[in-house]
Structure formats: C-alpha cells, structure tokens
C-alpha cells in the first residue's frame, strides 16, 4: 500500500465512525490515528456516564452520583453527533485538501447524507432529554432541601 492511499481518509468512513462510536473517540482514531490526544480524551466521560447509567438502573433514580454521572453520557453523545454532522457537512474540496491532500479524493453520496440525518435526529433527542433530565433532577433536589423534614 502506498503512502498516499494510506493517508487518504474517506469522509463517508469518519462520519460513520463519530455517529456509531464518536463518544469513544472512533473518529479521531480513523483521522488522527492511535496516538491522538482528544481521541483518548473522548473515553473516561463517556465510560462515568456508563457508570452513571448503571447506577441509575440498580439503585435507582434517588442515586445523587447518578444525577452528576448521566449527563455526561448524554454530553459526549451529542458532541459526537454534532462532530458527525460537520464531518458530513463539511465541503469535499476542504475535506480533500485536509485529509486526502495527494490521495483520492472522497465525494459526498446519499450513505453520508443518511448519516448527518440520523446524527441530527439523534443527537437533538440526546441534548433535549439531558437537559431535561438535569434540570428536573435540579428542580426536584432544590425542592427537596426547601421542605421540612418533619412532614
């Protein structure tokens, strides 16, 4: 294999790669290769709100450490969509000219615009249950604190 064809990077393989495993740092690995930083930065956020999402299903929703924990699963998550859907958006020109710059150029097909639309359907319900789950968990525990105990 030449040097070119291993540098060539297809823009339809990273938009997959952040879509299915973006919150493990998949795409950064397909780009950057092993070595790469943000990559392996990806990793201990996504493997807490794991934990979080475990101790949530054992002990419950009354698990504070859960409430701190689970919203970082649903952070990661949706940073990997949105980082899918630049990837998918992202012109062919300036793909090429980033990662294929004397390899084969990478096209745009319907397999990556099929990929933007499900990152932007899934990364949108991600972000909006995160966001409601903290500010009820918010809510609930600052109503909690303003009750008296004796009732």
Not at 23 to 44: A, M
Not at 71 to 93: E, H, K, N
Request: proline share 5%; glycine share 10%; aromatic share 10%.
């Amino acid at each position: 294999m030449s040097v070119a064809a291993r540098r060539s990077k297809s823009k339809l393989v990273a938009t997959w790669a952040a879509l299915i495993g973006g919150s493990l740092g998949l795409h950064r690995f397909y780009l950057h290769g092993w070595r790469d930083v943000w990559g392996w930065c990806c990793i201990p956020p996504t493997l807490l709100g794991f934990i979080g999402l475990q101790r949530a299903r054992q002990i419950g929703l009354d698990d504070h450490l859960s409430w701190l924990l689970l919203p970082l699963l649903g952070v990661t998550l949706s940073a990997a969509m949105l980082t899918a859907i630049v990837y998918g958006l992202t012109p062919d020109d300036r793909w090429n000219a980033r990662f294929n710059p004397t390899g084969p150029a990478s096209r745009t097909g319907w397999l990556t615009v099929i990929a933007v639309i499900l990152a932007l359907a899934l990364g949108s319900a991600t972000l909006m249950a995160t966001v409601a789950f903290s500010a009820q968990r918010f809510f609930e525990y600052q109503t909690e604190q303003a009750t008296p105990t004796g009732r």
